[in-house]
T-cell receptor, first 110, second 112 residues
Framework: GQNIDQPTEMTATEGAIVQINCTYQTSGFNGLFWYQQHAGEAPTFLSYNVLDGLEEKGRFSSFLSRSKGYSYLLLKELQMKDSASYLCAVREGQGGKLIFGQGTELSVKP | DVKVTQSSRYLVKRTGEKVFLECVQDMDHENMFWYRQDPGLGLRLIYFSYDVKMKEKGDIPEGYSVSREKKERFSLILESASTNQTSMYLC???????????FGPGTRLTVT
């Protein structure tokens, strides 16, 4: 069956680094996505991994290990505006359907 | 820039009313999706469509129907609104490429 797990909440300090983990069990894996969602707003795309390894994009990086069913999102030089929910999502097969985790609520403190 | 728009940001309806939520995308995407999002439950897929006049049930289709008469437009219909359908409704399109799905701004529906 499909299962995506990520921590419910995390807290970090401004300027620090935080890693948000995501584990998944799916069939027909065809990519993993990370989205950011601020309160009351729509999710916005952050990153995409389909092959093993690290994808870096500015302060944000995402890692994937397909054999372990594991990904993480790394946020560096945290800013207050990074306080948001971070959603891990897996695509199965060739269509566009995504399976979403429940999201990790990140609070950045001064 | 991809744009997904939804007909209303906030909507208040009475129990038993028929409710239409409209979604329009301007990127010629074949795939369109309707989700609801509730605290502690995350994003749950209601219905999706891979092409005009095609629809498939998601994880929680009960109490909902959809219509896709044109490629750019995907409508969610609550046949007889109930209080447990009070939620944030999000429409999305795309998903087959490397940018995943693009989301509309959401409609916060309250059923009283």
């Amino acid at each position: 069956g499909q299962n995506i797990d990520q921590p419910t909440e995390m807290t970090a300090t401004e300027g620090a680094i935080v890693q948000i983990n995501c584990t998944y069990q799916t069939s027909g894996f065809n990519g993993l996505f990370w989205y950011q969602q601020h309160a009351g707003e729509a999710p916005t795309f952050l990153s995409y991994n389909v092959l093993d390894g690290l994808e870096e994009k500015g302060r944000f990086s995402s890692f994937l290990s397909r054999s372990k069913g594991y990904s993480y999102l790394l946020l560096k030089e945290l800013q207050m505006k990074d306080s948001a929910s971070y959603l891990c999502a897996v695509r199965e097969g060739q269509g566009g359907k995504l399976i979403f985790g429940q999201g990790t609520e990140l609070s950045v403190k001064p | 820039d991809v744009k997904v728009t939804q007909s209303s940001r906030y909507l208040v309806k009475r129990t038993g009313e028929k409710v239409f939520l409209e979604c329009v995308q301007d990127m010629d995407h074949e795939n369109m999706f309707w989700y609801r999002q509730d605290p502690g439950l995350g994003l749950r897929l209601i219905y999706f469509s891979y092409d005009v006049k095609m629809k498939e049930k998601g994880d929680i289709p009960e109490g909902y129907s959809v219509s896709r008469e044109k490629k750019e437009r995907f409508s969610l219909i609550l046949e007889s609104a109930s209080t447990n359908q009070t939620s944030m409704y999000l429409c999305a399109s795309g998903g087959a490429g490397g940018y995943g799905q693009y989301f509309g701004p959401g409609t916060r529906l309250t059923v009283t």
